[in-house]
C-alpha cells in the first residue's frame, strides 16, 4: 500500500484546504478546452507523486510547472483521455 503525497502535504496547515484546487482551477482554465477537471486533477496527483524527495516548499510550484508541461504534451496526443484516465 503506498501513501499518496498531496502539495497539502508539504505546506503550512493554513493553507491546506485549497492549494491542490488552486492549482487545478488554473490549469482546469488553462485547458478547458481539451481536458475535464478530473483528468487535470489525476495529473497534478500524480505529479505530485513524481515529486517526492523535493524540498516540501517547492511542491506547489513545481507540481504545477510540471502538471502544466505533462498536459501540454499529452493534448497533442492522439491517446489524450486514456493517457489522463489511467
Not at 27 to 44: M, Y
Not at 64 to 83: G, I, K, N, S, Y
Amino acid at each position: 500500500m503506498t501513501n499518496a503525497r498531496t502539495m497539502e502535504d508539504h505546506i503550512p496547515a493554513t493553507r491546506t484546504p485549497s492549494v491542490t484546487d488552486q492549482v487545478v482551477d488554473r490549469l482546469t482554465k488553462e485547458f478547458e478546452h481539451q481536458f475535464s477537471r478530473d483528468q487535470v486533477r489525476g495529473i497534478v496527483r500524480r505529479c505530485v507523486d513524481d515529486l517526492a524527495g523535493t524540498p516540501p516548499g517547492a511542491i506547489p510550484e513545481l507540481g504545477e510547472r510540471l502538471a502544466r508541461q505533462r498536459l501540454l504534451d499529452t493534448e497533442d496526443t492522439p491517446f489524450a483521455v486514456e493517457l489522463t484516465t489511467t
